[in-house]
């Protein structure tokens, strides 16, 4: 036994290695993987294991297979999706809350990561401009963190109406009305699927060409019915990166009595730069708020904030409780009373650390850096002869889109994509806007500095000549 331990001591430290190794060279690593997911299946394919193994073998083999289908996500000229950069204090953190083997559940089984969780949330609360009384949930992501402040808005809007959604269900319910922008992340409607509400019985309000909820639109729709009703906003749209006004819409909801829940995955961290918070205003009037730690505050994977202004409906509609489990003493912070599970990951302590490694005023910068690089990166390809910025850029999200004379938008749009993940330089995505392609820019990571933004647009554009020069081939 206490050979094998031995051999489990020299696995760690070869984890360790390699993923230092991995890491320092990660600004030269190439943003598009050389295997495919087909290649990996084929990887990794074989029978169940009949014997056991030795350790190193096991780590030895896993980097080997692995390593040609890792994508360099955590590199400085990535800008796919919206993906932070798994800052390494970060990750050295998250490696002790493993290798510490805590159960987050409860504050008994696991007093550090309870109290950091607790310390943790006030700091979040501090940094995002948010009420000091809200409470905070450590999920896996937004998309969790959404389907927990919902929960809390479907408990207290039918609490006020007299029914007890916890202990009576759905069925037989009064009905909610969910108000929601025509340009909300597909998530959302993943909780209101999760929670009963039908991700199709919603009420789509009209947005403007920045995706932002029109305010008289909104006005007209809540006063429209009377009843409960839960208004969804936005805080930063996944392919322009702007905000609803939030100063207008929140009072107008409030006064109809409705619930504003904002899904802040990203956006909501514009609070925490003076420069940027301009984007937000007023987001802190609202009820409940989602966001990410692996986004802009560069947590590992994974890590989710839920937050509820009313923290008594937070813990109604997810405390667990049962004979065994220690539940909350007194003023003290049960871990499980903000999240759907009950064993989960300790998540405070990647946070803890992150904080500690930016303070307030690394986090600023970070913003207004990434916000920068952003802007520079789309106003300067928009000069190139062909190439449109779609939206002016506000955040951190932009558009392209690509044209040449008798081309199809669309396909060229398409093609230059492929041509710069094919190029390798720097790893940029798709996504559709409005019923058109666009080429999609997230500036999220840490890792990228505005040296990175020249080379990434002398990429695209390199990419675009390609792509423009090259004939279209005959129908
Ligand atoms: C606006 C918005 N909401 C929700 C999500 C989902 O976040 P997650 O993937 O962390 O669950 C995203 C992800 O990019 C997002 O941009």
Excluded at 178 to 206: N, P, Q
Excluded at 221 to 234: D, F
Excluded at 321 to 330: E, I, K, M, R, T
Excluded at 423 to 430: E, P, Q, R
Aim: glycine share 10%; with cysteine.
């Amino acid at each position: 036994m206490a050979g094998d331990d031995q051999r489990a001591w020299a696995a760690m430290a070869q984890a360790a290695r390699h993923a230092i190794d991995y890491r320092r060279g990660i600004a030269t690593a190439e943003t598009t993987p050389a295997a495919s997911y087909a290649d990996m299946l084929a990887a990794f394919a074989g029978p169940v294991p009949e014997n056991p193994g030795d350790p190193e073998r096991i780590i030895g083999e896993l980097v080997e297979r692995a390593t040609p289908g890792i994508r360099a996500s955590t590199a400085p000229r990535f800008f796919g999706w919206v993906i932070g950069s798994s800052h390494p204090t970060g990750v050295a953190a998250d490696w002790l809350a493993s290798a510490w083997g805590q159960n987050a559940g409860n504050l008994v089984a696991a007093p550090a990561s309870s109290a950091i969780e607790a310390v943790a949330a006030g700091w979040l609360l501090d940094l995002l401009g948010l009420p000091a009384e809200a409470s905070v949930g450590y999920v896996t992501g937004a998309t969790v963190a959404n389907f927990v402040c919902l929960a809390a808005a479907r408990s207290e809007m039918l609490r006020r109406v007299g029914w007890d959604v916890e202990a009576d269900g759905m069925f037989g319910a009064p009905p909610i009305e969910i108000l929601i922008g025509a340009d909300a992340h597909a998530t959302v409607f993943s909780g209101l699927k999760y929670l009963g509400f039908g991700a199709k019985r919603v009420t789509t309000i009209e947005t403007d060409a920045m995706g932002r909820i029109i305010p008289a639109s909104f006005e007209q729709a809540v006063r429209a019915n009377a009843g409960p009703k839960i208004a969804i906003l936005q805080a930063g749209q996944i392919n322009t990166g702007a905000s609803d006004p939030f100063e207008e819409i929140v009072p107008i909801a409030h006064d109809a009595g409705a619930w504003c829940h904002v899904d802040g995955a990203f956006g909501l961290w514009a609070q925490a730069s003076t420069a940027y918070r301009d984007q937000t205003r007023g987001v802190a009037l609202a009820d409940s708020w989602g966001t990410d730690g692996h986004k802009w505050l560069q947590t590992p994977y994974d890590c989710g904030f839920a937050i509820v202004r009313d923290a008594e409906a937070h813990a109604r509609a997810m405390a667990i409780s049962a004979s065994y489990l220690p539940g909350s003493q007194g003023a003290e912070r049960d871990p499980s009373a903000y999240v759907p599970e009950l064993s989960r990951r300790a998540r405070g302590f990647g946070t803890w650390a992150m904080i500690r490694q930016y303070g307030r005023s690394g986090i600023a910068e970070l913003v207004e850096r990434n916000c920068g690089v952003a802007r520079f990166m789309g106003e300067t390809l928009a000069l190139e002869p062909g190439i449109d910025l779609v939206c002016p850029v506000v955040l951190n999200q932009f558009m392209l889109r690509f044209h040449a004379e008798g081309r199809d938008v669309d396909a060229l749009t398409k093609k230059v994509v492929e041509q710069v993940q094919a190029d390798a330089v720097a790893f940029i995505g798709s996504s559709l806007w409005r019923g058109q392609w666009v080429m999609r820019v997230s500036v999220s990571s840490a890792a990228t500095t505005f040296s990175d933004a020249e080379v990434t647009v002398a990429a695209v554009i390199n990419a675009w000549r390609k792509v423009s020069a090259n004939p279209v081939a005959p129908a």
